[in-house]
């Protein structure tokens, strides 16, 4: 790689900064209370179910899936607003806990937190150096800011097997990711939204299925795949809701044009889900099985 793609790879600061530090108190209009900027997991047969429980089902089940609440130290790739670090705080063993984010403010408003044993860098995957071995790794909504528009396929697919080989080298042998990503479905590359490409989402590019698969072969197993598209379609609905009802206050924070610009994101991507334009992806991914060096005995 040269120093001029080494610049923007595995992410753009530059894009993350321009969509994530809009304004914190403009997300706290319309996200769930804990801030939670990704997918929601609902119970898609109760109509009663609201945003926070399904966001909080969400959390669960990556918690779960990689296994946080029982580690001794976990990695958190694209921490958001510390949703999912503020649970593993309160409910599990870590005696380690270290979120990455390329935001500012989510940086800032993490660390005020105060949580223990935890430590949150402005800092991209691909400048990580951990001290020690992870025991689980959760990634949720940042994968899919990883590759650029004009990465050929096989450049997008470098990026991931990059991503994917730095995480199984920092997790323990018995480790366990979750990683969740937005992922073009029935939608081509070439028919992806100019206005989502340069007004929300600038410099990223979606991954495919079948990138992803080919990125971590040989290197993770994949444990679970499950396509959630219907859960992030009412999840943008459900943002789109709340936006709408606290729209003066969100004109005062944050401009008219903002405020038309995410009306338009929030409707745009809940029918892109809703048809399969666009889909979910949430998988469980184990490291394969690796020869690890036997110890000396004195």
Same mark, same amino acid.
């Given at each position: 790689?040269?120093?001029?793609?080494?610049?923007?790879?595995?992410?753009?600061?530059?894009?993350?900064?321009?969509?994530?530090?809009?304004?914190?108190?403009?997300?706290?209009?319309?996200?769930?209370?804990?801030?939670?900027?990704?997918? @929601?997991?609902?119970?898609?047969?109760? $109509?009663? *179910? =609201?945003?926070?429980?399904?966001?909080?089902?969400?959390? +669960? /089940?990556?918690?779960?899936?990689?296994?946080?609440?029982?580690?001794?130290?976990?990695?958190?790739?694209?921490?958001?607003?510390?949703?999912?670090?503020?649970?593993?705080?309160?409910?599990?063993?870590?005696?380690?806990?270290?979120?990455?984010?390329?935001?500012?403010?989510?940086?800032?408003?993490?660390?005020?937190?105060?949580?223990?044993?935890?430590?949150?860098?402005?800092?991209?995957?691909?400048?990580?150096?951990?001290?020690?071995?992870?025991?689980?790794?959760?990634?949720?909504? @940042?994968?899919?800011?990883?590759?650029? $528009?004009? *990465? =050929?396929?096989?450049?997008?697919?470098?990026?991931?097997? +990059? /991503?994917?080989?730095?995480?199984?080298?920092?997790?323990?042998?018995?480790?366990?990711?979750?990683?969740?990503?937005?992922?073009?479905?029935?939608?081509?590359?070439?028919?992806?939204?100019?206005?989502?490409?340069?007004?929300?989402?600038?410099?990223?590019?979606?991954?495919?299925?079948?990138?992803?698969?080919?990125?971590?072969?040989?290197?993770?197993?994949?444990?679970?795949?499950?396509?959630?598209?219907?859960?992030?379609?009412?999840?943008?609905?459900?943002?789109?809701?709340?936006?709408?009802?606290?729209?003066?206050?969100?004109?005062?924070?944050?401009?008219?044009?903002?405020?038309?610009?995410?009306?338009?994101?929030?409707?745009?991507?809940?029918?892109?889900?809703?048809?399969?334009?666009?889909?979910?992806?949430?998988?469980?991914?184990?490291?394969?099985?690796?020869?690890?060096?036997?110890?000396?005995?004195?």
């Amino acid at each position: 790689m040269t120093a001029e793609v080494l610049a923007e790879y595995g992410g753009s600061a530059r894009a993350v900064q321009y969509h994530y530090d809009v304004g914190r108190e403009f997300y706290q209009l319309w996200l769930d209370a804990g801030l939670t900027y990704s997918c @929601a997991l609902w119970d898609l047969d109760d $109509p009663r *179910d =609201t945003l926070e429980r399904a966001q909080q089902r969400k959390i +669960d /089940f990556h918690l779960e899936a990689s296994r946080a609440l029982t580690a001794g130290a976990v990695l958190d790739v694209g921490c958001g607003w510390g949703a999912l670090l503020s649970e593993i705080s309160r409910r599990g063993r870590a005696r380690r806990l270290v979120g990455l984010t390329l935001s500012e403010d989510q940086a800032s408003y993490v660390r005020g937190l105060q949580l223990p044993c935890s430590e949150v860098r402005l800092e991209s995957w691909t400048h990580h150096q951990p001290a020690e071995a992870y025991d689980s790794i959760v990634s949720v909504g @940042a994968f899919e800011h990883f590759a650029r $528009p004009e *990465d =050929t396929v096989a450049q997008k697919i470098e990026v991931y097997r +990059d /991503f994917f080989s730095r995480c199984a080298g920092w997790l323990s042998p018995q480790g366990r990711m979750s990683l969740q990503s937005i992922a073009y479905g029935t939608m081509r590359r070439e028919e992806a939204s100019a206005f989502i490409n340069n007004e929300i989402f600038p410099s990223a590019d979606l991954p495919t299925l079948g990138e992803i698969v080919q990125a971590a072969e040989g290197i993770f197993e994949i444990v679970l795949v499950r396509n959630d598209r219907l859960h992030y379609a009412k999840t943008f609905s459900a943002w789109a809701e709340n936006l709408r009802r606290r729209r003066l206050e969100a004109v005062r924070l944050a401009r008219e044009d903002v405020t038309k610009r995410y009306e338009r994101y929030l409707t745009q991507s809940s029918v892109g889900f809703l048809m399969g334009k666009i889909g979910l992806l949430r998988l469980v991914l184990r490291p394969v099985e690796r020869k690890w060096p036997v110890l000396a005995t004195p």
